[in-house]
């Protein structure tokens, strides 16, 4: 199984200041047939499912804010929150589709300072 | 805009078989891959398998020997049993849209059905 880790479990950021999620793979995730990377970026808030932020490590969900943004490649990826807003309070999650079993980061917490 | 509506019982005693069932609206099952996905507090968020409308099917290995999953084109829906629960199967289940069999290409869980809370207690 390919193990993803994410750091911090948990971070308290001011308003309009930039937020930083780590996810790293115990094995990468890069497809060189096709230059692609086979990770996604989730968004949860309380009481609601996950929505798909970011997929393709690095490509925006239509309707996400470009203030996200995603970047790395084969086994070390970042989520970047430019500016944090309000709204932007919630869990972080990342996950590699690779192969299976499909695997989850165990989640960052986003919270305003 | 395809969305996913999910039901099905939420309490359980030990040793029942879980069963819930996701409807698809908006879009055909056929074509992709269909996920089930739990979330505990302590275990975070569990792929429990995909099945296609080939019923092609792929379990995770630690849940392997429990799960049932089966798909109805003329229903459009596709089903989840889990076997001999336990207070560890207690979570919140999901069902999720997956890869593209035309394409044959991976894909993020998108979109999400509602989630529906199981409890397995006494």
């Known amino acids: 199984d390919i193990v993803m880790t994410q750091s911090p479990d948990s971070l308290a950021v001011s308003l309009g200041e930039r937020a930083t999620i780590n996810c790293k793979s115990s094995?990468?995730?890069?497809?060189?047939?096709?230059?692609?990377?086979?990770l996604a970026w989730y968004q949860q808030k309380p009481g609601q499912p996950p929505r798909l932020f970011i997929n393709w490590a690095s490509t925006r969900e239509s309707g996400v804010p470009d203030r996200f943004s995603g970047s790395g490649s084969g086994t070390d990826f970042t989520l970047t929150i430019s500016s944090l807003q309000a709204e932007d309070v919630a869990v972080y999650y990342c996950?590699?589709?690779?192969?299976?079993?499909?695997?989850f980061g165990g989640g960052t917490k986003v919270e305003i300072k | 805009q395809v969305q996913l509506q999910q039901w099905g019982a939420g309490l359980l005693k030990p040793s029942e078989t879980l069963s819930l069932t996701c409807a698809v609206y908006?879009?055909?099952?056929?074509?992709?891959?269909w996920s089930w996905i739990r979330q505990t507090p302590g275990k975070g968020l569990e792929w429990i398998g995909e099945?296609?409308?080939?019923?092609?099917?792929n379990y995770n290995p630690s849940l392997r020997s429990r799960v049932t999953m089966s798909i109805d084109t003329s229903k459009n829906h596709f089903s989840l049993k889990l076997s001999s629960v336990t207070a560890a199967d207690t979570a919140v289940y999901y069902c999720?849209?997956?890869?593209?069999?035309?394409?044959?290409?991976?894909?993020?869980?998108?979109?999400w059905g509602q989630g529906t809370l199981v409890t397995v207690s006494s």
């Open positions: 908006g879009g055909s099952v056929s074509g992709y891959y």
């Open positions: 094995q990468s995730v890069f497809y060189s047939s096709n230059n692609k990377n086979y």
């Open positions: 996950q590699q589709y690779y192969n299976t079993p499909l695997t």
């Open positions: 099945i296609n409308h080939y019923r092609t099917i």
């Open positions: 999720a849209r997956g890869g593209n069999i035309v394409l044959a290409l991976a894909a993020p869980f998108d979109p």
